[in-house]
């Protein structure tokens, strides 16, 4: 009772002894970067037109009292925000199938995905360090793929093929997600993983 409820809820909550203070806006990008390369819909959630089926109340109420309450908490790490996400990605499809901006907005997702050798080179240092240290600069190839990948995704949104454009989309994500999983998690575990640690434990033992 003491360790579950009062110290990892209640204490985390009001601060106590486990502490990871932030400031109150922290989830804001951590929202935005959740939904990478999707980011450019949030812009979407603010439209009224968005929210006349009142269905979408639900949605909505699921996110927004999710932001207030932990922006409230003293308390504040990337991973409580993960169950806010279905809300938001939600929302955001909704409102995708019915903006006449789609192609633009599509476009944008794919030219954010021009990043991802960027975020594979710097992540180990950005978790290390700090992000103001783990700047390296944008990688050629990969603003030239992600152009290349977003006029495909316009002009097949443009033709009408809005779930072709966004099939597309979804395998270039799956493809950014392989490249920073076989880029950075081997520099992850040089400096913010135990694994290092385990695996000279492990070798000890034996």
Same mark, same amino acid.
């Given at each position: 009772?003491?360790?579950?409820?009062?110290?990892?809820?209640?204490?985390?909550?009001?601060?106590?002894?486990?502490?990871?203070?932030?400031?109150?806006?922290?989830?804001?990008?951590?929202?935005?970067?959740?939904?990478?390369?999707?980011?450019?819909?949030?812009?979407?959630?603010?439209?009224?037109?968005?929210?006349?089926?009142?269905?979408?109340?639900?949605?909505l109420l699921w996110l927004v009292f999710g932001m207030v309450f932990?922006?409230?908490?003293?308390?504040?790490?990337?991973?409580?925000?993960?169950?806010?996400?279905?809300?938001?990605?939600?929302?955001?499809?909704?409102?995708?199938?019915?903006?006449?901006?789609?192609?633009?907005?599509? /476009? +944008?997702?794919? =030219? @954010?995905?021009?990043? %991802?050798?960027?975020? *594979?080179?710097?992540?180990?240092?950005? !978790?290390?360090? #700090?992000?103001?240290?783990?700047?390296?600069?944008?990688?050629?190839?990969?603003? /030239? +793929?992600?152009? =290349? @990948?977003?006029?495909? %995704?316009?002009?097949? *949104?443009?033709?009408?093929?809005?779930? !072709?454009?966004? #099939?597309?989309?979804?395998?270039?994500?799956?493809?950014?997600?392989?490249?920073?999983?076989?880029?950075?998690?081997?520099?992850?575990?040089?400096?913010?993983? *135990?694994?290092?640690?385990?695996?000279?434990?492990?070798?000890?033992?034996?």
């Amino acid at each position: 009772v003491d360790e579950f409820f009062w110290k990892q809820h209640l204490g985390r909550f009001t601060g106590g002894a486990v502490s990871h203070p932030q400031p109150f806006w922290f989830y804001g990008p951590i929202l935005v970067a959740a939904l990478f390369p999707w980011s450019p819909l949030l812009a979407l959630l603010f439209r009224k037109s968005l929210y006349k089926d009142r269905r979408r109340w639900l949605l909505l109420l699921w996110l927004v009292f999710g932001m207030v309450f932990l922006s409230v908490s003293a308390n504040k790490l990337p991973g409580y925000l993960v169950p806010l996400v279905p809300a938001a990605a939600a929302l955001a499809g909704l409102a995708l199938s019915e903006s006449p901006w789609a192609p633009q907005l599509l /476009a +944008a997702c794919a =030219l @954010l995905l021009g990043l %991802v050798p960027t975020i *594979a080179a710097g992540l180990p240092d950005a !978790l290390d360090r #700090g992000a103001t240290h783990a700047w390296t600069g944008i990688v050629g190839w990969g603003a /030239a +793929a992600a152009i =290349l @990948l977003a006029a495909v %995704v316009w002009l097949m *949104a443009r033709a009408g093929r809005r779930k !072709l454009a966004v #099939g597309a989309l979804v395998a270039a994500t799956l493809m950014g997600a392989l490249w920073i999983e076989t880029q950075a998690f081997p520099g992850l575990d040089r400096t913010v993983s *135990a694994r290092g640690t385990w695996r000279q434990v492990e070798a000890r033992r034996s």
